[in-house]
């Protein structure tokens, strides 16, 4: 059971502060590790960050020294009500340098707060005195996070973070997302056309075509999570992957029991997405999954009308 921060005594509010600075240090450090091969800029700054906390880490413990002993109790923010629950920065990774940030802005914002109100419950003036200057301390990291990015982030670092941020969204949502919307609106075009010429049914096609595109859907979703888990390619959670590629899939099969016209549509929409994403020329995106749609499209009239 939690307890309410009213009822934390002065020697419980100095032990769960020196609680907050080692995880918010060891926090940054995860991010400085988990970023530094794609962002070593940014990597950079989490490090300062961390040795800022651990610099406040070592205050407090002076401060509980002088008052309370040696043995410091160990009290979580996990066992006080009030704070945000955070995801362990090791079920995150692959780690985004928009989302580090963020999450570095709602613990500096949750900390200080944690700091003002604590020094409002203390009556000992030197502790008092501490936990004032540890809250200003928080209130201008935000400001050092920002020096230290005019320091270490130049143009051309951001230019190179920034192809790096994009190189992970291809691998990580655009290319699972190609893959299944490419294989959607191809695969199920035979079954479709086959169901069509076969009964002169619209309706028949139609619960064709769904069956065919919920199943795809399935199908690819379940191969794209067990490819592999993103350890080593970085291409992120298999989970998601397998939903996008699942979800693309089912979308690009789905458009086929529509009016037809709109197979052409979602045939020219991959194309412009390998161009913009996978930097392939247009005319030649637009050849390879139009020629592979027509050849598919020919099978299913065929094997229909036989």
């Known amino acids: 059971m939690a307890k309410n921060f009213k009822d934390l005594s002065e020697q419980e509010i100095l032990a769960l502060a020196n609680s907050l600075e080692e995880t918010d240090a060891r926090v940054y450090a995860d991010f400085a590790a988990g970023l530094r091969a794609d962002y070593p800029a940014t990597a950079k700054i989490f490090e300062e ?6 610099e406040h880490r070592g205050k407090l413990i002076e401060e509980y020294r002088r008052r309370f002993g040696e043995h410091i109790p160990l009290i979580r923010r996990e066992d006080v009500k009030g704070f ?22 709602i613990m500096e914002t949750e900390t200080r707060r944690f700091y003002e109100r604590a020094a409002n419950k203390v009556s000992d003036a030197s502790t008092r005195q501490l936990l004032e200057a540890l809250a200003e301390a928080e209130r201008k990291h935000m400001t050092l996070a920002e020096n230290l990015q005019q320091k270490y982030l130049t143009p051309e670092v951001e230019t190179q973070e920034e192809k790096a941020h994009r ?20 695969s199920t075009l035979a079954p479709v056309f086959a169901a069509a010429f076969a009964t002169h049914n619209s309706h028949a096609a139609f619960v064709v075509g769904l069956a065919a595109s919920v199943g795809a859907g399935i199908s690819m979703a379940f191969a794209e999570a067990a490819s592999d888990d993103g350890s080593l390619t970085g291409r992120g959670k298999p989970l998601l992957r397998g939903f ?10 789905i458009g086929h029991t529509l009016p037809y016209l709109i197979v052409a549509i979602e045939l020219l929409v991959i194309s412009w997405i390998r161009k913009r994403y996978m930097d392939t020329p247009f005319l030649r995106a637009a050849f390879q999954v139009i020629v592979g749609g ?9 094997i229909g009308s036989s």
């Open 84 to 105: 945000v629950h955070r995801k362990p920065v090791w079920m995150i990774r692959p780690l985004g340098i928009k989302t580090v940030r963020r999450q570095a802005e």
């Open 167 to 186: 190189r992970l969204f291809v691998l990580q949502i655009v290319q699972p997302g190609l893959a299944g919307l490419m294989d959607g609106s191809v």
């Open 49 to 54: 960050m961390e040795a800022e906390e651990d």
């Open 294 to 302: 027509v050849l598919v499209f020919l099978v299913g009239i065929w």
């Open 244 to 253: 996008v590629c699942g979800l693309m899939t089912t979308a690009g099969g």
